[in-house]
């Protein structure tokens, strides 16, 4: 049988929306549209690595087709990628998946780090939000958007506000400047309107344009 990876939900969500929703004009109209649905981490470090690697500046709805291209190359479940399944697999079945090359290469290189235990996976809970960003950008392919990524759906750190994300700040600018561009230093002035909670505010921006679930 294959393995059916764990779901947790942070234990914040709750105390998070009411905040927001008394601080933000724009929260409180969006929350309540979403009902219960909320943010979800699924407890595997290296698949949710994986999945943030494949969504690298492409949609919602590609980076699911992907990926599910992806775990069927490996012969894996979708719910908990094994690093020594990936390296077992060859650069054109990766390529077949629809991951670019530079994918590839960041895929193996990161299930290396997981083989070679040259990740403190034990010691991240423990480990503030900037020293984990830190750690895991000197792995190859990992910028501080992943990093964010990984800290918002793995750790469920309630306040990273990941400003390199290209559908927040397209969600910031359709809910509050009305279509208008945004400057990352506007996108970080309503952000800090949302602050301890900024990655469940940045969450509910993701719903706002694409009603399916941001899921890494």
Not at 7 to 15: L, M, R, S
Request: proline share 5%; net charge neutral.
């Amino acid at each position: 049988m294959p393995r059916v990876a764990a779901v947790a939900v942070p234990e914040y969500w709750d105390d998070a929306c009411r905040h927001l929703g008394k601080r933000d004009r724009v929260m409180r109209k969006l929350i309540p549209k979403f009902g219960e649905a909320r943010l979800q981490s699924r407890g595997d470090a290296f698949t949710t690595l994986a999945r943030s690697i494949v969504g690298q500046q492409i949609s919602v709805k590609a980076a699911q087709s992907v990926w599910g291209k992806f775990v069927e190359a490996i012969g894996g479940p979708s719910t908990r990628v094994d690093p020594g399944a990936v390296l077992e697999v060859d650069t054109t079945s990766l390529r077949g998946a629809g991951l670019s090359a530079r994918k590839c290469e960041y895929l193996v290189d990161l299930a290396r780090h997981f083989e070679d235990g040259r990740v403190h996976v034990k010691q991240w809970q423990q480990m503030e939000d900037e020293s984990i960003i830190e750690e895991l950008v000197a792995i190859r392919g990992i910028g501080r958007w992943t990093a964010e990524m990984f800290l918002i759906f793995h750790l469920l750190r309630p306040d990273v506000l990941p400003l390199d994300d290209l559908g927040l700040i397209k969600g910031i600018s359709v809910n509050y400047f009305s279509g208008e561009p945004v400057s990352r230093a506007e996108a970080r002035e309503v952000g800090e309107a949302w602050a301890p909670f900024r990655s469940v505010a940045t969450w509910y921006i993701w719903r706002s344009l694409d009603p399916l679930p941001v899921d890494y």
